[in-house]
Antibody
């Protein structure tokens, strides 16, 4: 059974760096083909893909946010970490991590964590 | 890269069928068969309903089906039920990223 759970601060100040951790079980990020992605959703708005990391440490980022994002993995801890620099109130959103399936789909999602950016 | 284009809202009565379109470009929807669809109820995480354009994950009702023609993918829900009322998002793999659509709110009248 695959599960994922996001953790991190619920409130960050403008200009600060956000660090979110996705802790998962039921699969290994050392297995060929496996990936974990981050997706966010501002209140009342659409989903936005942020970043993806593969089993071989290949990393992909949203072109519009690439300069602010870093995604890393700790295979031994079954964790994926996303950092986003220079946070702004427009970055207020629910942040989800998800398991990427073979066909590019996100087949298992975490419950999401709401991050509010405010001074 | 722009988000994929979906209608903001669609509606239908119980028992009817509805179709939600998702329009992209030859660099995303039209270039790959890696289109997926997600259902999201308020306050919940998205749920995968369709992947690889037309495949259904285990446990998803066969009332949900997907297709693609050129740069436009479609999600069809037949035999509408009250529980189908939700937001629906399409997504497409690209060579360098993943795109989501703007979402469609389905109202069951």
């Amino acid at each position: 059974q695959i599960t994922l759970k996001e953790s991190g601060p619920t409130l960050v100040k403008p200009t600060q760096t956000l660090t979110l951790t996705c802790t998962f079980s039921g699969f290994s990020l050392s297995t060929s083909g496996v990936g974990v992605g981050w997706i966010r959703q501002p209140p009342g708005k659409a989903l936005e893909w942020l970043a993806l990391i593969y089993w071989n440490d290949d990393k992909r980022y949203s072109p519009s946010l690439k300069s602010r994002l870093t995604i890393t993995k700790d295979t031994s801890k079954n964790q994926v970490v996303l950092t986003m620099t220079n946070m702004d109130p427009v970055d207020t959103a629910t942040y989800y991590c998800a398991h990427r399936g073979w066909f590019g789909e996100f087949d298992y999602w975490g419950q999401g964590t709401l991050v509010t950016v405010s001074s | 890269q722009s988000a994929l284009t979906q209608p903001a809202s669609v509606s239908g009565s119980p028992g009817q069928s509805i179709t939600i379109s998702c329009t992209g470009t030859s660099s995303d929807v039209g270039g790959y068969n890696y289109v997926s669809w997600y259902q999201q109820h308020p306050g919940k995480a998205p749920k995968l309903m369709i992947y690889d354009v037309s495949k259904r994950p285990s446990g998803v009702s066969n009332r949900f089906s997907g297709s693609k023609s050129g740069n436009t993918a479609s999600l069809t829900i037949s035999g509408l039920q009250a529980e189908d009322e939700a937001d629906y998002y399409c997504s497409s793999y690209t060579s360098s990223s993943t795109l989501f659509g703007g979402g469609t709110k389905l109202t069951v009248l």
